[in-house]
């Protein structure tokens, strides 16, 4: 089980989730808008809640376990020039 504490954009309060499945993670790039999808799953799950975090990450719940995360600005994040 991995744990992970987030905090909502414009809130003081963390929330420390779940992630739904660790076994399963796959990944999905959009170059053309620079966003790294992170999915745990098998397939892309309908979620019950979702929020942007103060990092702008978009994180997805399902039956309070987070099943996926939307990375914006990816490749300045990490360094990498786009081409």
């Known amino acids: 089980m991995v744990i992970i504490m987030v905090g909502e954009r414009g809130s003081n309060v963390k ?7 660790v076994e ?7 170059r053309q808008n620079d966003i790294l999808y992170i999915n745990f799953g098998y397939d892309v799950e309908d979620a019950d809640e979702s929020f942007l975090t ?29 081409y």
């Open 15 to 21: 929330r420390e989730l779940t992630i739904a499945d």
């Open 24 to 30: 399963h993670i796959w990944l999905e790039y959009d």
């Open 54 to 82: 103060e990092n702008d990450i978009v994180v997805r719940i399902k039956n309070g376990k987070v099943v996926s995360l939307t990375v914006f600005d990816f490749s300045k994040r990490v360094g990498i020039e786009q």
